[in-house]
């Protein structure tokens, strides 16, 4: 079983910056798709953005594009998701997810195998 574990969220002004980190245990880091989710109060959990394995692909949902930027490093068994000019309706309760399997689409939360508890995120004046 692979343990996913987010960090880096808080309270930030719009217009701000924040950066989460979601580390995962196993030898096979460069294996795994990662993926940040994301669930507002009251809304179901939405696709932010996703890495792929090794060829570092990046996709991002239509909302985020352009401000926030995932990113990972293999040899720190790390992800990163670097978010830019925050909103208020970014507020949300952020998912870090592994892709062990291989299967799925990158969007779908059911195509992920592991997932960490949660970091929270606030956007508020």
């Known amino acids: 079983q692979v343990q996913v574990e987010e960090s880096g969220g808080g309270l930030v002004q719009p217009g701000g910056s924040l950066k989460l980190s979601c580390t995962a245990s196993g030898r096979a880091f460069s294996r795994y798709r990662m993926g940040w989710f994301r669930q507002a109060p009251e809304k179901e959990r939405e696709f932010v953005a996703a890495?792929?394995?090794?060829?570092?692909?990046?996709y991002y949902a239509h909302s985020v594009k352009g401000r926030f930027t995932i990113s990972r490093d293999n040899d720190k068994n790390t992800a990163y998701l670097q978010m830019n000019n925050l909103k208020s309706e970014d507020t949300a309760v952020y998912y870090c997810?592994?892709?062990?399997?291989?299967?799925?689409?990158?969007?779908?939360?059911?195509?992920?195998?592991?997932w960490g508890q949660g970091t929270q995120v606030t956007v508020s004046s």
């Open positions: 997810a592994a892709d062990v399997s291989g299967f799925g689409h990158y969007s779908t939360p059911g195509a992920y195998d592991s």
């Open positions: 890495i792929s394995r090794t060829i570092r692909t990046t």
